[in-house]
């Protein structure tokens, strides 16, 4: 999965960036070039799975994550700079919910609405340019272009509306087309308030205000502060997210609602050589699960022997559980749920 940082100039981005990324990509400070790194997902789940099963490794999910420039006053650079993002799957929006002496009190409200507008003018731009394109060639014979065309009125009616493309229904064909064209409004979005270092909790006002804005899913952090953990070995960060009143760092917060806008769930795979996540549209069936995988375990899917990762943690062990007549199996039917535990059964 790729997930695109956006927001207004100074709020942190570059910032929650070296945090989620663990200061592993050096970034340059002033450049209008993105920045891009592999996050690895941190997981309070997966860590508990190999203290209860013996491994060689444990292997995180991971996420690719873009960091893009502030642009002054936005317009055509902005654009220029957005267009860096447009093949993210999904955006993470970071508001400054802290006081800034440079750039004034937080004002997340009109911050999330400039950043908002600035999107819609972007994809605006975009539209336009492409129905003009679609009509030429729609002209002909070209079934493909009208189709497109009906797409992309229908895109430009809503967003000379001042709607984002994400409000309306499309279909899968029609969303197929909204993708190649990177709409930003369209893809999934994630209300970041990165609050100040004095207010962790994420109990001030404007805080309040990014959860409101949000449709139900958003992330309160303290990019700087997570900037600093993350430098810190892996014992020390344990024990710095405590004296915070933290369970897990960033970008664990991140990813959980990364997956919650993203309609995603996590399984796991646990075995002597490795302990995995897998990262897989919630509730898909099994066998698409275990294409994840590999496509053979798909290709030649015969069942899914599995248990939550609850009852790992309940019962000790998997012959545990086997004895306690919970290890179920699961037929080609099967919808995955979040935090299983699985073999696949598979021939090829
Ligand atoms: N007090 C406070 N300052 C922060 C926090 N997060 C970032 N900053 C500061 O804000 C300034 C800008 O941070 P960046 O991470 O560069 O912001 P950005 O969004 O990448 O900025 P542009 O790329 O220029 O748009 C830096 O001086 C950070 O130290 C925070 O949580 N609290
Ligand atoms: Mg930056």
Excluded at 109 to 121: N, Q, V, W, Y
């Amino acid at each position: 999965m790729d997930c695109g940082l956006i927001g207004r100039l100074g709020v942190g981005k570059t910032t929650l960036f070296q945090a989620l990324t663990a200061h592993k990509v050096p970034v340059t400070p002033g450049s209008m070039k993105p920045n891009m790194g592999i996050a690895d997902i941190t997981d309070v789940r997966l860590d508990r799975i190999a203290e209860f099963v013996p491994t060689q490794k444990v292997i995180p999910a991971t996420v690719r994550v873009v960091d893009i420039p502030g642009v002054p006053g936005g317009g055509d650079t902005l654009g220029q700079v957005l267009a860096h993002i447009r093949t993210v799957d999904a955006l993470a929006h970071v508001v400054r919910c802290w006081d800034d002496p440079g750039l004034g009190p937080a004002d997340p409200a009109s911050d999330i609405e400039a950043m908002d507008s600035e999107l819609l003018l972007s994809d605006l731009v975009v539209v336009e340019g492409a129905i003009d394109k679609a009509s030429r060639a729609a002209r002909g014979q070209d079934v493909d272009a009208k189709q497109r065309l009906a797409v992309l009125t229908k895109a430009d009616a809503l967003l000379q509306e001042g709607e984002a493309l994400r409000s309306a229904h499309w279909d899968d064909t029609e969303e197929a087309v909204l993708r190649s064209y990177g709409f930003m409004t369209a893809k999934p979005v994630l209300l970041v308030a990165n609050v100040s270092e004095d207010d962790i909790g994420g109990r001030c006002a404007a805080a309040a205000i990014v959860r409101d804005a949000s449709s139900g899913t958003s992330v309160e952090l303290c990019a700087m502060v997570e900037s600093e953990v993350a430098e810190l070995e892996a014992a020390d960060r344990v024990e710095m997210l405590e004296s915070m009143g933290l369970v897990q760092p960033a970008i664990g917060a991140l990813a959980a609602g990364m997956n919650e806008v993203l309609g995603l769930s996590t399984f796991y795979t646990a075995g002597d050589k490795e302990v995995r996540a897998w990262v897989i549209p919630a509730h898909c069936p099994a066998p698409e699960a275990a294409g994840v995988i590999h496509s053979d375990i798909q290709r030649g899917f015969i069942r899914a022997e599995c248990f939550a990762c609850d009852e790992l943690f309940e019962f000790g062990s998997e012959k545990s559980i086997k004895e306690a007549g919970r290890l179920r199996s699961e037929g080609k039917g099967y919808a995955m749920q979040d935090g299983d535990v699985v073999h696949f059964l598979f021939n090829v």
